[in-house]
């Protein structure tokens, strides 16, 4: 039986970077197919070629026995390829049938049908009727996934599907892959998670620097000897020393409501918490809860207003009116979601980036800019995180997300924060660069610094948190130590069942 | 076979170099069709709209004069359009400029101090900064678009300098022409080059011109403004204030527009009167964008844009062009400019369709 995808020799040349370099690669009908790698081993580059957004240089591509040049998505659609991105593309204001609507042919009664005819069949239950807005990234995720099927691809390409849900999203999302499977869809998968590749896949090809490395079953290795191939080193885990707590409180939240100006944003209820020097606090969650509007709050982005309750102190200073450059000066990091034109403007150099924030710390002179300080405060940032870029001059779009993540941080720990607040500081980051990260967030908490990191990737936070607050919608829980608590406890507390217990609690007493 | 736009992954320098030549050319191909159908020799218009003017001392100097104000009005706008403030009331500003120093020379009309001039600048300056201020608080305390207010305080200012060249500062003695009486010696720039009419004022537009380059490319304040129109949200997270933005990009337009109204009335008109600019404040948005909104761009930009603005007036003259050619070359220019410029970002991708 021939392959159903066949790429031979593909190599893809950018300017800066061999992309992809003579890859060899088969999926076979109907199996699970992984594409394991580090950020920048190549794998986006290697999904684009084959969805048709970017041709290759040399090689081929067969599909089904026969030559193809995949010219544009379109193209590779109607080949039978589909993808559901990391980042999903619906209008948020119509509804998930007219959604679908846009991309499959039909009216809105028969797709509506067939929308949840199929999600039925596949364990992705939605209402064709619901507006998107309404939907959380998990039920956003199950649009995207009904769109592709709907349009009866041979082969599904899914980047980092895990990456938006829940604990138990995930298992139910690896149910409607298997079946998918049995229906004899093909779907190349690609992650970082070594756990769920091991867990889910009949094949994994592992990428680095542009070349394919091996080829093997994820289920005969371990997740060691996964990573080991995967970086062609062995990774340390940070050593998670217990707190050295201080007393005082570099951030105080106390009893703090607050209605968001975006009206579809999510209102935050009686939250408080406090960070104190020398510890890391984790805020799990499945994203959409409020953690988007709590960082906001916490950075100065969106200001506290007249009608909100609650206070907000940063080393002993009520900074409710206080904007985000005083807040910096009072001591605050912050590393935000988003890199691209938010923690980092894409279309400046990293010299110029690290000038974003940095430029109170000794970069400016008479109100002009110090350039050579600039451009040896960009180095230091390079040198010290291993942010892999041309140089100091590098645009910061053209960095991958990982080594742009990193020099953002980098960024950030270089100010020498009191407190440094951090949102998805590894999202999207491959093992090696987030056991960087995390070592240095480590680091800094051992020097004296308050951490506040707010993440949806549960390993992630027990990992390096000292105490763990969990979030749904708008609330947010008591903190539990992480060393007393499991896995089980904050994915139930994830779903909304702290509410309860405090509910519970109440009526006790 | 179809095509469609793609956004670029990158701008080369080359791509922003090609743009403005690009447009440039295509005006001209664009500019002869339309004179062959107007029964000229396009070549004889080409002549007389970019050779003649540069051929003569007089010719020169007129390019000269009217390169002054759009030079400077250009920075003043080019530095808010980069943060994406978008002041395109600049010839309301100038107006109130020349307003301004008007009512300042007419008030020492007899005085011989070398300080009248250097006052009337500062004074016209700050009018022009105080009119595109009223855009900026209505957009800061009221989210009120810019564009609009900009655009319709210029109707504002022009009914003000009506009034005010019909009755405060009319001249006594002028028999009711609606126009001031003539300004001192003391209240005018010195003639630059004998035999023609440009002055010293265009000095002023110079040094606009280095202030911006160092404005933009070396100070804070220019990098803060770049970041809020490049990335608004990044603007935000480092905690640069958008009010501010919107402010400083609309008091350094104005103010530059208004400088450049002191240098008419204290230029080569020497009194006030209805009409004062010819359109600089809107030809000057045009210059700014065919600069690529960067300080020595626009130098070239004020200086191509001067000439059409002379080789309109020379035209009509030896080739008998009509009296809006100027105008309309300059409309060719800005929508080619713009055609192009989408093509710096984009590029257009072949699609089959598939029946």
């Keep these: 039986m021939s392959a159903l995808l066949r790429l031979r020799g593909i190599t893809k ?110 364990g992705l239950p939605i209402k064709a009727d619901t507006v998107v807005h309404s939907l959380s990234v998990g039920e956003r995720q199950r649009v995207e996934i009904i769109r592709c099927i709907l349009q009866n691809p041979k082969l599904l390409i899914m980047d980092e599907p895990t990456s938006v849900l829940p604990p138990q999203g995930v298992q139910q999302l690896f149910e409607t892959l298997r079946k998918l499977r049995a229906e004899g869809c093909s779907i190349l998968y ?148 988003e890199r691209l034109g938010r923690g980092a403007v894409p279309e400046l150099s990293l010299s110029l980036n690290g000038l974003l924030t940095a430029y109170r710390h000794g970069l400016t002179r008479l109100g002009m800019i110090r350039f050579g300080a600039a451009r040896d405060f960009a180095r230091q940032c390079i040198a010290e995180h291993d942010v892999r870029c041309g140089g100091e001059q590098s645009l910061a779009g053209s960095l991958s997300g990982g080594n742009l993540q990193k020099f953002i941080v980098g960024r950030e720990i270089a100010l020498q924060p009191s407190l440094l607040v951090l949102s998805q500081p590894t999202w999207g980051l491959d093992v090696g660069a987030a056991n960087n990260i995390r070592r240095a967030l480590l680091q800094l908490r051992d020097s004296g610094a308050a951490v506040l990191v707010v993440s949806e990737e549960l390993e992630e936070l027990f990992e390096i948190s000292d105490r763990l607050h969990v979030m749904f919608d ?29 509910a519970t609690g109440a009526e006790n007493h | 076979m179809a095509y469609r736009l793609v956004t670029r992954t990158e701008t080369s320098l080359r791509a922003q170099l090609l743009v403005p030549l690009a447009a440039i050319v295509l005006t ?80 020492f009309d007899t005085s011989e101090s070398a300080w009248l001039l250097p006052a009337m600048v500062c004074v016209g300056t700050l009018a022009g900064a105080a009119w595109a201020g009223i855009a900026a608080w209505l957009r800061t305390a009221f989210n009120a678009n810019e564009i609009l207010v900009t655009f319709m305080l210029s109707s504002i200012a022009l009914q003000l300098l009506y009034y005010l060249v019909s009755g405060p500062l009319r001249d006594p003695m002028g028999l009711n022409f609606p126009q001031s009486a003539l300004f001192s010696d003391a209240a005018m720039f010195a003639p630059l080059l004998d035999n023609t009419r440009v002055n010293n004022s265009l000095f002023l537009a110079l040094a606009a011109s280095l202030l911006a380059w160092i404005f933009v490319q070396r ?108 105008t309309i070359f300059q409309g060719l220019l800005l929508v080619f400019y713009l055609a192009c410029f989408l093509f710096a970002n984009h590029r257009l991708q072949k699609v089959e369709i598939r029946h």
């Design chain 1, 13 to 122: 040349v950018y300017p800066a970077v061999v992309a992809s370099d003579r890859i060899d690669l088969d999926i076979e009908p109907g199996e699970i197919h992984a594409i394991l790698g580090e950020n920048g081993a190549g794998k986006s580059t290697l999904m684009k070629l084959i969805y048709g957004v970017s041709q290759p240089d040399e090689g081929t591509i067969q599909w089904q026995g026969k030559t193809v040049h995949i010219r544009s998505p379109a193209q590779a659609r109607q080949l039978g390829i589909g993808m559901v991105f990391q980042h999903f593309s619906l209008f948020e204001s119509l509804t998930v049938a007219q959604n679908i609507s846009l991309a499959v042919k039909g009216s809105i009664k028969q797709l509506s049908a067939q929308v949840e005819e199929t999600g039925e069949k596949f």
């Design chain 1, 190 to 337: 690609i992650s970082h998670k070594l756990e769920e590749i091991r867990q889910l896949c009949d094949t994994a090809t592992i990428l680095r620097a542009g070349k394919v490395v091996a080829s093997t079953d994820p289920a005969e290795h371990s997740n060691e000897s996964l990573a080991n191939l995967m970086i062609g080193r062995t990774i340390d885990p940070p050593v998670h020393a217990p707190a050295n707590t201080g007393t005082s409180n570099r951030l105080r939240v106390k009893s703090l409501s607050h209605v968001p100006t975006d009206p579809f944003g999510t209102v935050l209820k009686d939250i408080s918490l406090h960070v104190s020097p020398g510890e890391i606090v984790g805020i799990a969650g499945v994203s959409g809860n409020g953690q988007n509007e709590l960082m906001r709050l916490i950075s100065g982005e969106e200001l506290h207003t007249i009608d909100d309750a609650g206070e907000l102190r940063i080393n002993d200073t009520c900074v409710n009116r206080l904007n985000p450059l005083q807040r910096r000066t009072l001591g605050l990091g912050f590393v935000p979601e």
């Design chain 1, 474 to 502: 708008g609330h947010l829980s008591p903190s539990l130590p992480t060393r007393g608590t499991s896995t089980t406890q904050i994915g139930r507390w994830m779903s909304g069942e702290f509410l309860q217990e405090a």
């Design chain 2, 28 to 107: 001209l191909l664009a500019g002869s069709v339309l004179f062959s159908l107007l029964g000229k020799n396009p070549l004889a218009a080409f002549h007389a709209f970019f050779i003649e003017p540069l051929s003569t001392r007089y010719g020169i100097g007129e390019v000269l004069l009217k390169m002054g104000p759009l030079l400077l009005i250009a920075q003043g706008l080019a530095i808010g359009f980069r943060a994406r403030v978008w002041n395109i009331g600049a010839e309301g500003q100038l107006l109130a400029g020349a307003m301004a120093a008007s009512a300042l020379a007419l008030h």
């Design chain 2, 219 to 326: 100070s804070l304040s220019g990098y803060k403004l770049l970041i809020g129109g490049l990335a608004p949200q990044a603007a935000r997270y480092a905690g640069f204030s958008e009010k501010k933005a919107v402010w400083l990009g609309l008091l350094i337009g104005g103010a530059a527009a208004g400088m450049a109204g002191v240098g008419e009335v204290a230029g080569p008109l020497g009194l006030l009167q209805r009409s004062i600019s010819p359109g600089y404040g809107f030809a000057a948005i045009i210059v700014a964008f065919l600069g690529g909104l960067h300080p020595i761009g626009i130098v070239f930009a004020a200086f191509f844009m001067a000439l059409i603005y002379v080789g309109g007036d020379m035209s009509l003259v030896s080739v008998g062009l009509p009296n809006s050619s100027a």
